[in-house]
């Protein structure tokens, strides 16, 4: 690491200290160096306008940092550990272009609030594309709720064979689940949409900064105003962020469960497209559902990073160096659980069900609570008719299909009353 930009003279830096200090930062801040560049701009901005920055040197610097994007985008810049992180990197880069111009940028700002900045733009795009992913599930899953709706399947509690159900009923569930997931998100990103430029190390600075203005330029809905609180903020964001996320990647792990029991030889429900499978590298008769596997173990990532996060948190107020590692955590917990989310509508829309062995998984005893139930519609008592059904399971079928079942399943939300324009217009005020 060469020239540190907070250097003194005779005090020696030790590498391997460096490189602890540094740890992963110049990697991960691959990831937010776009943001940053883009955050850098609107600074520069921002610093022109109050008279900081000549309209040239505003025009220079707005130059190079076009370059440094489109340079660290066709791998001519590579950020590495010549730097300590990618914040300093951006003004190293242009002090070595632009002489005084370069060494202008950081007035009035700390690495505190410019890596704030663009991690919070990062966070928004990220919490965006989980909104996007959970419509687009809940689309498809409306869709097939709608055309398999009478579909019989059985329907299990504690694994064992409970009630008749239908397709209907499971995909609805996950609509419901991915509108709440996507509002969740949604909800987030409103919550996190708010600029921490122009608070500094944390106390503010003696100058007038136009923070409206860089606010308004990186599409940010309001200031973050407490310079304090900005920094308070680092981590709360980003674990709020990652709750979001969890929401989707928990039902995610859930579904990717009913997938693979599913598709077990011994239920049989299920056939995925080949492409969702792999082969197994020893037993020629496997097909593997390794794509499901991985989907459901994403939400042990993202949990994981939760909890790192939080655990960074136990701090004063204040900037902490403590708080660089939650770089790490969203890196890791969005990226995987992104990942997952990505592949999700494909699945959803390509799977195909075996009706036949659904069918034929359900049992006479199936029946009985619908046998019970209508005892107490005609006006026995249900503990008396439930335990009259109880004593004849074993006949509660007789004369009864799946299909007669779920016709009469008419309770709101149930098989014959699914109410899914309800679910529909739940999607449209989310924006679809
Ligand atoms: N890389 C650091 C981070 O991500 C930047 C801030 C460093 N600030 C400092 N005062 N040492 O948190």
């Known amino acids: 690491m060469s020239d540190l930009l907070w250097q003194k003279p005779g005090v020696a ?47 220079a610097l707005e130059r190079e940092l076009r370059q440094l994007a489109e340079d660290f985008q066709s791998g001519e810049f590579v950020l590495d550990d010549r730097y300590e992180d990618g914040h300093s990197a951006i003004e190293a880069r242009l002090v070595e272009r632009l002489g005084d111009a370069g060494k202008k940028i950081h007035t009035g700002r700390s690495r505190n609030d410019q890596v704030l900045v663009a991690t919070r733009l990062w966070l928004k795009e990220k919490l965006a594309r989980v909104v996007e992913l959970s419509r687009q599930t809940v689309r498809i899953a409306l869709d097939r709720a709608q055309a398999e709706a009478d579909v019989p399947l059985p329907g299990y509690t504690h694994l064992q064979r409970a009630v008749v159900s239908s397709l209907g009923m499971w995909w609805a569930a996950w609509a419901e689940a991915f509108i709440d997931n996507a509002r969740r998100a949604a909800d987030t990103l409103a919550l996190v949409d708010c600029n921490p430029l122009g608070t500094a190390a944390g106390y503010g600075v003696n100058l007038p900064l136009d923070r409206e203005h860089p606010t308004a330029e990186l599409g940010f809905s309001r200031i973050q105003l407490s310079p304090v609180y900005a920094q308070l903020s680092r981590g709360k964001f980003e674990l709020a962020a990652l709750e979001a996320l969890g929401s989707s990647t928990l039902d995610l792990r859930r579904l990717a469960w009913d997938l ?87 699945l959803l829309g390509n799977l195909d069900w075996n009706t036949d062995r659904m ?71 989310l924006g679809d």
């Open 13 to 59: 830096v030790d590498a391997q200290i460096q490189a602890f200090l540094a740890g992963d930062d110049v990697i991960l801040d691959r990831e937010f160096f776009l943001h940053d560049i883009r955050a850098s701009g609107a600074h520069a901005r921002g610093l022109e306008r109050i008279g900081i920055l000549s309209a040239d040197e505003l025009a």
């Open 260 to 346: 693979s029991l599913f598709t077990s030889a011994e239920f049989g429900f299920v056939t995925l497209p080949a492409q969702y499978t792999t082969g197994s590298s020893i037993m020629p008769n496997k097909r593997n559902p390794d794509v499901i596997e991985l989907m459901r173990a994403v939400h042990a990532s993202v949990a994981a990073a939760r909890t790192e996060v939080e655990l960074l948190l136990s701090l004063p107020s204040g900037y902490h160096r403590d708080l660089q590692a939650s770089k790490g955590a969203i890196f890791h917990g969005f990226g995987r659980g992104l990942a997952a989310l990505e592949l999700l509508p494909a």
């Open 359 to 429: 069918q034929a998984a359900i049992d006479a005893g199936m029946y009985a609570t619908d046998v019970a139930v209508e005892q107490a519609a005609a006006g026995v008592p249900f503990r008396d008719a439930y335990r009259a059904a109880a004593e004849s399971v074993d006949t509660a079928g007789a004369g009864r299909t799946p299909q007669a079942s779920l016709a009469v399943r008419v309770s709101p939300g149930a098989a014959a009353d699914l109410r899914l324009d309800i679910l529909r217009a739940r999607l449209q005020e």
